[in-house]
Nanobody, 129 residues
Framework: AVRLEESGGDSVQAGGSLTLSCSVS????????MAWYRQVLWKECELVST???????SSADSVKGRFTASRDAAKNTLYLQMNNLKPEDTAVYYC???????????????????????WGVGTQVTVSS
């Protein structure tokens, strides 16, 4: 069975940095397109960053230049390095074993519609001004 588990969420001041980790079992991060999503309260689910099989990565305009996705194949772990954090980055962050533009009112709706087994349970990031 596939299992993804996020960690590293915390409360930080604006301008600070955090690194989120996503430990994966049941599939190889180097062989799969992986992604980070986030759920801001009362807003739609957002695809934050994607890392492809070839190692290239892309990010949403809202985080471009500040967030970077990476992976460690030996540890089978996905990372999201977040720099210059802003209060609007406050959200629950999820890792998932695929990358698609979310649909529906929120991430829970989207993951249930897609395949909830390919998602982690999320980690909270809170950025204060």
């Amino acid at each position: 069975a596939v299992r993804l588990e996020e960690s590293g969420g915390d409360s930080v001041q604006a301008g600070g940095s955090l690194t989120l980790s996503c430990s994966v079992s049941g599939l190889r991060v180097g062989d799969s397109e992986m992604a980070w999503y986030r759920q801001v309260l009362w807003k739609e689910c957002e695809l934050v960053s994607t890392i492809r099989v070839d190692g290239s990565q892309s990010s949403a305009d809202s985080v471009k230049g500040r967030f970077t996705a990476s992976r460690d194949a030996a540890k089978n772990t996905l990372y999201l390095q977040m720099n210059n954090l802003k209060p609007e980055d406050t959200a629950v962050y999820y890792c998932a074993a695929y990358s698609r533009i979310p649909s529906g009112p929120n991430c829970v709706y989207f993951m249930a519609k897609e395949d909830i087994s390919l998602w982690g349970v999320g980690t909270q990031v809170t950025v204060s001004s």
